[in-house]
Each structure stands twice: as C-alpha cells, then as structure tokens.
C-alpha cells in the first residue's frame, strides 16, 4: 500500500529529522511506538492541514516544520477501508475486554491501546480515523468534529517511508 502522509513537529526537531531521520514515539502513545503521520485522503482529508493544526493547535508550537513523506508497506491494518482488518479490530476487542473484566479490571479502565499493543507487533503501519475534536476535551458527541486518518508507521520490519521533505515551516 501507498501512502502519503505529513507529520509535524517543532522545529528544533528539523534537524535532527533531516541528518537522520524520524524518531519514534513512546509505546505509551496511543497506537504505540512509531512515527505519527496524518494521511492525505482527497477530497475528505487534508493531511497537511492536520499536522499544522497539531503542531499549532494541540502541541502550541511557535516555531514548526511540516514533512510530507511517502510510505510504503505491504502490511497496514487498515482500520479505514478494509472491512477484514475492521473484523479483526472487533474480534480482539471483545476477546481482550472479556479478559480485562475477569482480571477484576474496571471496565471504563480498558481502551483501544490495548487492542492496539496486540495487533501492532504483526504489522508495519496502522490506519485509522479519529475524532480529534475530542482530544484533550470532555466533549462527549457522536458527532464527528473533524475527522483525521492517522497513520503510526511501526516500522517492524517492512514499511518505509521514503522521499521525506519540508512541506512547510513557520
């Protein structure tokens, strides 16, 4: 699968991205280690929009840099468009949460990093939609406020990401 995605940063990081290349993120993060990516999907999704918005918005960055990079993996789970990998998604969730509650666990104590964390270490990259109007709020809505495919480039074994630029900087 091809994929084009832009990841932002501050732009104290640059550097560092340009000699050497991206550094992942903590396996605390919620798909897990790897580097983060918001897809460009036209006409619905506009990745480069939504790394400025993080970079501006969320992380309140003065000084950002915006890459765009293509990637290349043959195994994603895509939780986007493949109904299978959706099944999948599903089938671990039930199984895992099942477990979570006989361990005595709190229910509103499981979430999708676990499900994640299970499927991750077969895969190169993870597709997803998410509701980032949701972050770091108490909104509680089935409205969706604006939607964003990010991509979490595991990098196992398999997926690469190639031909990384500067698409934009302030």
């Known amino acids: 699968m091809n994929l084009v995605g832009y990841h932002g940063t501050n732009a104290q990081n640059a550097n560092s991205i340009d000699n050497v290349g991206f550094s992942d993120s903590p396996e605390s993060a919620w798909l897990g280690a790897g580097v983060y990516f918001f897809e460009e999907y036209p006409p619905v999704f506009n990745g480069s929009q939504d790394a400025e918005w993080w970079v501006t918005t969320v992380k309140k960055y003065q000084y950002w840099v915006i890459y ?84 979490c480039v595991c990098r196992n074994s398999g997926a690469v990401i190639n031909n990384y630029v500067r698409a934009k900087e302030n």
């Open 68 to 151: 765009k990079a293509d990637i290349r993996s043959s195994s994603v789970f895509d939780l986007v468009s493949n109904q299978n990998d959706r099944t999948k998604y599903e089938t671990i969730s039930k199984h895992l949460f099942k477990k979570h509650c006989q361990a005595g666990k709190r229910k509103e104590d499981f979430s999708c990093h676990d499900i994640i964390l299970q499927v991750r270490r077969k895969v190169d990259v993870i597709r997803c939609i998410v509701d980032a109007s949701k972050m770091n709020s108490k909104i509680n809505s089935h409205i969706v406020g604006r939607p964003q495919i990010q991509l």
